[in-house]
């Protein structure tokens, strides 16, 4: 099943080593900074610590975030009462334009059958009352000529 070991001698390649080449050190010069006079100039504070020792340093007001617009309080009941009255509003004028629409599509049926009756009828009414030559199967009597037909007088 496997192959019986058979000993290798390693393969000799040439490998080259490759050294990264450096690059010289880019300096950066900042920029001349030019001295800004503050417009007040700040307090020295002084802070005795419990050990003894004295700090002394310019206070740091802490930087106060801008005022939030206050918004009106609205209760939540207030707005589930204002959706549940726009919910309510929408299902009434769904349920009117429901009911107009089956009193139309009811009209409309109303109106096909009355129409397919007076069709039906009518054409029942020419099959009655159309002459259709001799086909009646009744005895056809020509007077002025004595013609009688489907007996035995004959002129």
């Known amino acids: 099943m496997y192959p019986e070991h058979t000993p290798h001698v390693p393969v000799q390649r040439a490998m080259e080593v490759h050294q990264p080449t450096p690059y010289p050190p880019t300096v950066a010069v900042p920029a001349p900074l ?57 299902v009434c004028g769904g349920l009117i334009l429901l009911t107009s629409f089956i009193a139309a599509l009811t009209a409309f049926i109303t109106q096909l059958i009355t129409l397919a009756a007076v069709i039906f009828g009518g054409w029942i009414a020419v099959q009655i009352f159309a002459s259709h030559g001799h086909r009646d199967g009744g005895t056809t009597v020509h007077i002025r000529r004595a013609v009688f037909k489907r007996n035995h007088f004959r002129g």
């Open 34 to 90: 030019a001295p800004v006079q503050p417009g007040t100039v700040p307090a020295v504070a002084s802070i005795v610590l419990p050990d003894g020792r004295v700090v002394t340093g310019y206070a740091i007001n802490p930087t106060q975030p801008e005022p939030v617009t206050a918004k009106p309080a609205v209760s939540r009941a207030a707005v589930n009462v204002a959706l549940g009255g726009a919910g309510f509003l929408a």
